[in-house]
């Protein structure tokens, strides 16, 4: 059963459009985090939350932590061609800090 | 320090026959975990452990096995290898609870 449901599954953009990616869960997080994977190479972070309402800035990524800990966004402005990637969120439950379950994910392609 | 290395890099099996994917670290970390990542999709945990000789199953265990005997290794068993296991494998670590994974470089494995 996947716990981390992310919406879209795939996303194509022209270079320059801004676009939203969403990850949900039942379940309230301790944490949440945000990873970008690119072919043939493990994930690697791109920023933790924690707090609920607590908005990050990563240059031209801002992400959002649900008031209630139970959703995230992840919002790119004029999106590049390096973007490309999959988006993949990941949580710690509170009732389970060892476990550390991924989202489904979201395929991005900026075409340039 | 290396990081997180996994061996081997690609395998090809039989259906039935058996393999250990290799993964150490050398930083020392706590807890280590093993995941599988289908085609476009995200991670699924497989097992993990918090510590030299305590493991616990993930999401996806079936047909799988894990020690930790020390600290830096944490193989991964398949015992009848099926199709169904064909996958991109990847080992992470990371210091404690919260905090980021750090993955190795992923085992390609195909069953056919």
């Known amino acids: 059963t996947q716990l981390l449901e992310q919406s879209p599954q795939f996303l194509s953009i022209q270079e320059g459009e801004n676009l939203t990616v969403y990850c949900n869960s039942s379940s309230v997080f301790s944490s949440l985090q945000w990873y970008r994977q690119e072919p043939g190479e493990g994930p690697v972070l791109l920023v933790t939350?924690?707090?609920?309402?607590e908005v990050k800035k990563l240059k031209r990524l801002t992400f959002q932590f649900g008031d209630a800990r139970k959703d995230s966004s992840l919002h790119i402005t004029a999106a590049q061609p390096g973007d490309t990637g999959l988006y993949l969120c990941?949580?710690?439950?509170?009732?389970?800090?060892?476990?550390?379950?991924f989202g489904t994910g979201t395929s991005l392609t900026v075409i340039p | 320090n290396a990081g997180v290395t996994q061996t081997p890099k690609f395998r090809i099996l039989k259906i039935g026959q058996s393999m250990t994917l290799q993964c150490t670290q050398d930083m020392n970390h706590n807890y280590m975990y093993w995941y599988r990542q289908d085609p476009g999709m995200g991670l699924k945990l497989i097992y993990y452990s918090v510590g030299a000789g305590i493991t616990d199953k993930g999401e996806v265990p079936n047909g799988y096995n894990v020690s930790r005997s020390t600290t830096e290794d944490f193989p991964l068993r398949l015992e009848l290898a099926a199709p169904s296991q064909t996958s991109v494998y990847f080992c992470a670590s990371r210091p404690g609870a919260g905090e980021k994974l750090f993955f190795g470089s992923g085992t390609q494995l195909s069953v056919l």
């Open positions: 939350v924690v707090t609920g309402g």
């Open positions: 990941a949580e710690s439950r509170q009732n389970t800090g060892n476990q550390f379950y």
